[in-house]
């Protein structure tokens, strides 16, 4: 297509500086060039066609854009983007489906369409046409955009038989108080940035891109730490203050890939299972849970109880039996009365990987805060999104404990639930989802 | 009260870069330490108190936070902060009503709790009491809290004498569609920071120091660019893409104080006038607006029929007879048949100073995006804040022109209205709206 992505293989981000360790811990995720002084920062950027660089700004202005901007995610590769990617300030989530009289063909197209946009946006141009010029004069700001088929999609187009076993409906969980409205879908992207204009000018673009072939289903929108706004990059904090994520696969680990990604290329050459058959080589399933908060109630603990619940420290994460974050828990230890420092229904005891038959995902979620209800109640938390190889060793066995005995269940709320199947990343001049859709 | 404030009547940025000429322009500014390494920014954060410096991390860790985080707005001052503060990626309005039986001896022990809160979540520290650690590890991140009045707060607290008649209710306007519960109120607060959860948590402790004494009305959220992300500094963009603020006026103006801010300060030595008391010596009016943009309608236009409908070039903001962004336009330039190029609708022109008796307002708004609504509409547009001295001879002459004959009306619509008097800034020791309140 055009000479952006000559790296893919081996690099998702092409300049600027990493904000997490932990994604620059990830091998395949490779430098290309480090933004020192801001004017080298912006020469950095790649195809020299983007807003940014096509700015016909004076040098003094140029030199506001920093690596926030300039940072760049390559949409090419083994992998879609925005699943190791590093955590963004700003993420959409949005769902279709496919309209009336639309099937196979026209999803084809549709795909073919949004990895069009999907690229250029990503390298910080304009899209093909008509482009609303609301990204205008920004970096590619780490956007990502990533593109999933849910459990209805393969019905309405008569692929069936290439539906992922894996993609069968989550099982019902008691604490449930899911908006079928707002749930699943047959298709899902997930816009992420690091600035607010350049994801909302995707979403645009991703929706408009529809033409007549699928409709809005639900759309949600999330927001993380700004980059450089903490000192604390190893994790973050939701909107209970909790530190979340400490449990997460590192990509270092020896076995993150086979926990996180299906195996294989997605080209239709790897043989596949039954529970992922081989146009999802590469791919990755997302779970994706609207939890509220119920701030009110929680926020009316004090921090000692709040970390009973958790079975951490607030203001560090460490486990209660000592440490630091990545210290770990003594599930076993005892205060002097003789009871579990860490208690039996807490938290982070139940949601350890060995305490789950060694299941593992990643968790990458944006918080929400649509607003206050009726009530006066906050209406914000997370839109937890994880990813894992397969989600009946992910996140449903985790669930199922959470969902039996979790301390923190009173007061947060499942409200509405999505099963994914992320396909692999498509290659230069192909498209996400081509070896399912042409296959 | 601290040793945090300390150059509050010279400075109101303590540390860090500033992200805009315009607020650098402001004389009332100083920089205190530049942001160069930044382990050398974190060593530039003041109080030594706050959340980052207090933060156990090792120093790999500490060295991701940068200005964003660090810049530290003041608190005290001749005005409030949030006004002439460069705009922020993320705002909070939220208005409150007193509740039955709170009256002017509540509201003023709620607005010394909210002033104490501000100045303590400004410096990066906690709030002073079961603090819920959503800011935690994060710098003060250019928060800013900005209080102020409305209408019905004056009979509520027995203060009517004092009420500014410059607080009377906005005329009508005819393309008005407002919903009453999402306009005006007792008291409303403008929350805005650089970090999404910094801003979240100043909400939370906001609403939490309410205590009894007043309920939340309505609450709405907003972004801007991410500082870094744009080469643009000078101004925004909105989310039609259009170059907004250009007709801003500029700190450097010799009547910007005059324009912006009444007189005095605010002390009660002064003599006020009707207009305004004595109260609200160095304060300033605040008109909020929620508009909504009718984004589908607005996107099907040609950039050149969007360019007619404001009189500028989309892409640069010049003026469609010519220059740049800053460029004067020549309002009675006519094209090769005799059509005015900058026609007589055109928003540009109906909103120039010199084409409204040289009344001026300041424009910092924030865009909204509320997801979609019920027909798969975007519910997103501009939470239009402006400043003033005089509603009068600021936003009600422009908005009556706009009212009649703007050619961007058909594409907006005005859904909630607020007018705010913002008394100036308090002192050390002091809170907002003491010259009113023990006046």
């Known amino acids: 297509m055009d000479d952006t992505a000559d790296t893919a293989d081996t690099a998702d981000t092409k300049s600027g500086t990493e904000s997490s360790p932990q994604a620059a811990g990830i091998s395949r995720r490779r430098l290309i060039g480090t933004a020192g002084a801001t004017g080298v920062a912006l020469g950095a950027v790649g195809a020299g066609a983007g807003y940014a660089a096509a700015s016909s700004n004076s040098p003094e202005q140029q030199a506001t854009l920093t690596s926030v901007g300039t940072d760049e995610v390559m949409f090419h590769g083994k992998h879609q983007p925005g699943i190791t990617t590093a955590m963004q300030a700003r993420g959409h989530l949005v769902a279709f489906d496919l309209a009336a009289g639309a099937g196979r063909k026209e999803a084809a197209a549709l795909l073919r369409r949004w990895s069009a946009t999907a690229e250029r946006l990503m390298a910080g141009e304009p899209s093909a046409s008509d482009d609303t010029d609301v990204a205008r004069d920004a970096g590619p700001s780490s956007l990502t955009v990533t593109f999933g088929f849910g459990h209805s999609f393969f019905s309405r187009t008569g692929l069936e038989k290439q539906r992922p076993a894996a993609l069968d409906p989550l099982p019902d969980?008691?604490?449930?108080?899911?908006?079928?409205?707002?749930?699943?879908?047959?298709?899902?992207?997930?816009?992420?940035?690091?600035?607010?204009?350049?994801?909302?000018?995707?979403?645009?673009?991703?929706?408009?891109?529809?033409?007549?072939?699928?409709?809005?289903?639900?759309?949600?929108?999330?927001?993380?730490?700004?980059?450089?706004?903490?000192?604390?990059?190893?994790?973050?904090?939701?909107?209970?203050?909790?530190?979340?994520?400490?449990?997460?696969?590192?990509?270092?680990?020896?076995?993150?890939?086979?926990?996180?990604?299906?195996?294989?290329?997605?080209?239709?050459?790897?043989?596949?299972?039954?529970?992922?058959?081989?146009?999802?080589?590469?791919?990755?399933?997302?779970?994706?849970?609207?939890?509220?908060?119920?701030?009110?109630?929680?926020?009316?603990?004090?921090?000692?109880?709040?970390?009973?619940?958790?079975g951490r420290k607030k203001s560090s994460g460490a486990p209660l039996t000592g440490g630091k974050e990545t210290t770990e828990p003594d599930l076993e230890k005892t205060d002097a009365n003789g009871d579990l420092v860490i208690p039996l229904n807490a938290h982070a005891r139940i949601t350890r990987p060995d305490q789950n038959g060694g299941s593992a995902l990643l968790r990458r979620p944006f918080s929400y805060h649509d607003g206050y209800d009726e009530d006066g109640a906050p209406d914000a938390g997370l839109l937890f999104i994880c990813w894992q190889a397969d989600p009946l060793r992910g996140f449903v066995p985790v669930q199922r404990k959470l969902d039996r005995g979790d301390a923190l269940s009173k007061f947060i709320r499942h409200e509405a639930s999505g099963l994914f199947a992320v396909p692999g990343g498509a290659e230069k001049g192909g498209y996400v989802g081509q070896a399912l859709l042409e296959g």
């Open 173 to 310: 969980f008691y604490s449930d108080h899911l908006d079928k409205a707002r749930s699943n879908g047959d298709l899902w992207v997930q816009i992420g940035a690091n600035d607010p204009l350049v994801a909302f000018h995707a979403l645009r673009a991703i929706q408009k891109d529809t033409g007549g072939a699928a409709k809005l289903r639900w759309q949600m929108n999330g927001f993380n730490r700004s980059p450089g706004a903490t000192a604390h990059p190893m994790t973050v904090r939701n909107l209970m203050g909790q530190v979340d994520g400490t449990g997460n696969p590192k990509p270092a680990d020896a076995d993150f890939n086979k926990r996180i990604f299906v195996p294989g290329s997605g080209s239709g050459s790897d043989s596949g299972s039954a529970q992922s058959p081989a146009w999802m080589g590469g791919g990755s399933y997302a779970v994706v849970r609207r939890i509220r908060m119920l701030l009110d109630d929680w926020e009316k603990l004090s921090t000692a109880a709040q970390e009973h619940v958790i």
